[in-house]
């Protein structure tokens, strides 16, 4: 198997192997001769391994960037040589800083009845997916889940994205000469680049892997957490939000052309391929939302067409266009496929309170790339409805001016229970890298609300376990 070029449509790079089922067996089997190596080390010599990393790819960041722009037609300077870059070997270094003071134990001791309680490693290898949409700082072999993993000291092994072969083994070439350097086992790090999904599935079965890791699809991660659930292995899955944006009655009367053009701007940012784009917007109004609507068209009729990840990419959000379109949605502009490569024209729908009412989960359906859906709503009783309403989102934005403080208030009192992360008048694309970030949130943006993917030490939770030691010296 091999890569392609979004941009053109051609193959591109090196031939990849597709893992059997009995090679992902052999992978999980080394994985055991890894386990008690990375839970007993001293954290200095893990941190050794994760800063080397980060300075090896800090060294080939040309080379890396370079590749990673080929393969996924994202901007290469700032986007990856800079922005995601400084991001991937950010966490890494935290990572590192993580295991040296060892900031995510969380230890707890009860003197008088001889006991103490902390977090440990799982035991057992994590199984790492990366997403197609941050080839970088998600990636299964250097990403946040993988910092997370070794920060608890489990082994890892990681799935390379498919359309992101060449920039993944890259990665890995690096991982491996620093996991090398620092005397870890060859077990500690391990990749495999594709497999049937009955393969990949029955991979979180084997004894020796604890837990998933996955960025991606809702189908893909429903399909993997029930394995999960039913072996009783933890599973950290990100799978879908629209990340919606409410904007209530006093706000989109005074501000509507601002509004629209922060609201445009954030669908369209990395092609509308960001997990945190607010992909729907309830206008408390129809004046307003008429306004919005009109001022978002523009800004987006005005914008090129995007190349998409993938062809999959493409052709879904083809699927979720024409789903909307059958419950009664206004094409206002957009709604093409181009070429070459997986191109699709910056899309703007508009749809009726009634008609998303009765039609939650169309209106409500993640759309991953430049499509954006304004809701019309009759007034701020509505807009509160609609919130409650919501199902489980990574983030959702409040925008409202003073007259507004009643509906802002009821909105916060009810989204705070449906999001991991709550803005006011900032768009959720951005997400800061820190201890105090939630990056996770509600069934089904992802499978567990407890946790965040983002955030060393707090990611770092994910993939531990407690132990009691009961006077135990």
């Not at 090129?304 to 206004?330: C, F, K, M, N, Y």
């Amino acid at each position: 198997m091999r890569s392609v070029n979004p941009s053109t449509g051609d193959a591109i790079g090196a031939d990849f192997p597709r893992s059997s089922r009995a090679d992902l067996e052999a992978l999980a089997d080394t994985a055991f001769d890894a386990i008690d190596a990375l839970a007993d080390a001293p954290g200095a010599k893990i941190a050794g391994f994760l800063e080397d990393y980060a300075a090896r790819l800090d060294s080939d960041r040309a080379g890396i960037a370079a590749i990673a722009h080929e393969e996924t037609a994202l901007p290469l300077s700032p986007r990856l040589s800079e922005v995601e870059f400084n991001r991937m070997t950010f966490q890494l270094r935290a990572a590192a800083e993580c295991l040296r003071d060892e900031s995510w134990r969380e230890v707890a001791r009860d003197e008088k009845n001889g006991l103490r309680s902390t977090l440990v490693p799982l035991g057992g290898a994590v199984v790492c997916f990366g997403p197609s949409n941050f080839p970088l700082a998600f990636n299964g072999v250097s990403g946040g889940d993988f910092c997370a993993a070794i920060a608890a000291r489990n082994p890892v092994i990681a799935k390379a994205h498919p359309a992101q072969l060449n920039t993944t083994a890259r990665l890995f070439a690096h991982a491996c000469a620093a996991r090398d350097g620092a005397g870890l086992p060859k077990a500690a790090v391990q990749c495999f680049y594709d497999c049937d999904a009955d393969d990949g599935e029955a991979l979180m079965t084997h004894a020796a892997v604890a837990a998933l890791g996955f960025t991606g699809s809702r189908a893909s991660g429903l399909r993997l957490k029930a394995v999960c659930d039913r072996f009783g292995k933890l599973s950290s899955l990100e799978m879908s939000s629209v990340n919606p944006v409410f904007v209530a009655s006093a706000a989109g009367l005074e501000r509507a052309e601002g509004i629209a053009d922060a609201w445009a701007a954030s669908v369209l940012l990395g092609g509308g391929q960001f997990c945190t784009k607010p992909g729907v917007i309830f206008v408390s109004g129809e004046a307003a939302a008429a306004r919005i609507a009109e001022r978002a068209t523009q800004i987006l009729r005005a914008a090129q067409p995007t190349v998409l990840l993938s062809e999959g990419i493409r052709t879904h959000l083809a699927q979720s266009l024409d789903a909307l379109r059958g419950i009664g949605a206004r094409l206002m502009c957009g709604g093409n496929q181009v070429g070459p490569g997986f191109r699709f024209e910056p899309t703007l729908c508009v749809l009726d309170a009634g008609k998303a009412r009765a039609n939650r989960s169309i209106a409500l359906r993640e759309a991953f790339g430049p499509l954006g859906l304004v809701i019309a709503i009759e007034g701020d009783a509505q807009l509160v409805d609609f919130a409650r309403m919501l199902d489980g989102q990574l983030a959702a934005t409040m925008v409202s001016d003073a007259a507004d403080a009643a509906t802002r208030d009821t909105l916060l009192s009810i989204l705070r229970f449906k999001v991991g992360r709550l803005l006011d008048e900032a768009m959720p694309t951005g997400v800061t890298v820190s201890p105090a970030m939630v990056h996770g949130g509600p069934f089904p943006a992802t499978g567990d609300m407890r946790f965040t993917a983002v955030g060393i030490p707090t990611a770092v939770k994910r993939f531990s376990k407690l132990l009691c030691l009961d006077r135990v010296r």
